[in-house]
């Protein structure tokens, strides 16, 4: 659990729920910027995750989640019919990455080497690293957990995987991950 806070603490921001949400969306309506800026500390980090775990390139999930967060900028619905405000940004995020694959504006851009990193304290882990030891079936179970804090049974429920395989399943991801704080 130690080394799961440690990550959560550094991805994750304070958490939002539903009605906070409305209310800063029928701010942004009265053009109110500020609430742009709450919005964007709450969730860019966590729509450019997801962004970067379907496109894998670093570039285009900044965009991605640039035009996510401009998408909500011009919101044009009524806020009060916001149900989940998770599932309506995972919506937006995954629409918006379709939306770069049908303009055809993907290409491999100049990505920075897997061995070239941004410099932070060497005691910290990239997000990038624990995605690259884990897989596919992982990556999609800790991006839900870890990011967007869905619980492990609600996970569990959409997969259609017994939630006792699925708490198996994220023990394995938390060894895979101490195993790689181990190894620097």
Same mark, same amino acid.
């Given at each position: $659990?130690? %080394?799961?806070?440690?990550?959560?603490?550094?991805?994750?921001?304070?958490?939002?729920?539903?009605?906070?949400?409305?209310?800063?969306?029928?701010?942004?309506?009265?053009?109110?910027?500020?609430?742009?800026?709450?919005?964007? *500390?709450?969730?860019?980090?966590?729509?450019?995750? +997801?962004?970067?775990?379907?496109?894998?390139?670093?570039?285009?999930?900044?965009? *991605?989640?640039? =035009?996510?967060?401009?998408?909500?900028?011009?919101?044009? #619905? =009524?806020?009060?019919?916001?149900?989940? +405000?998770? #599932?309506?940004?995972?919506? $937006?995020?995954?629409?918006?990455?379709?939306?770069?694959?049908?303009?055809?504006?993907?290409?491999?851009?100049?990505?920075? !080497?897997?061995?070239?990193?941004?410099?932070? !304290?060497?005691?910290?882990?990239?997000?990038?690293?624990?995605?690259?030891?884990?897989?596919?079936?992982?990556? #999609?179970?800790?991006?839900?957990?870890?990011?967007?804090?869905? !619980?492990?049974?609600?996970?569990?429920?959409?997969?259609?995987? !017994?939630?006792?395989?699925? @708490? @198996?399943?994220?023990?394995?991801?938390?060894?895979?991950?101490?195993?790689?704080? %181990?190894?620097?």
């Amino acid at each position: $659990m130690g %080394s799961e806070m440690c990550i959560r603490d550094r991805i994750l921001a304070e958490n939002m729920n539903t009605q906070e949400f409305r209310s800063l969306i029928e701010q942004l309506q009265k053009n109110d910027i500020s609430a742009l800026e709450r919005l964007y *500390t709450e969730y860019f980090g966590k729509i450019y995750v +997801h962004a970067l775990y379907q496109v894998k390139d670093r570039d285009v999930a900044y965009d *991605t989640a640039m =035009n996510v967060m401009m998408r909500l900028y011009r919101y044009a #619905g =009524n806020a009060e019919e916001i149900k989940n +405000h998770v #599932g309506l940004l995972t919506a $937006m995020t995954d629409n918006a990455v379709k939306d770069h694959y049908r303009r055809g504006a993907f290409c491999k851009s100049a990505a920075m !080497p897997e061995s070239q990193t941004l410099s932070e !304290p060497e005691d910290m882990l990239w997000l990038s690293d624990i995605l690259a030891a884990l897989t596919e079936e992982e990556r #999609g179970v800790f991006i839900d957990h870890a990011i967007w804090e869905k !619980p492990l049974k609600e996970i569990a429920a959409q997969r259609s995987i !017994p939630y006792i395989t699925l @708490r @198996r399943m994220y023990g394995g991801i938390k060894k895979k991950i101490g195993a790689i704080y %181990s190894q620097s």
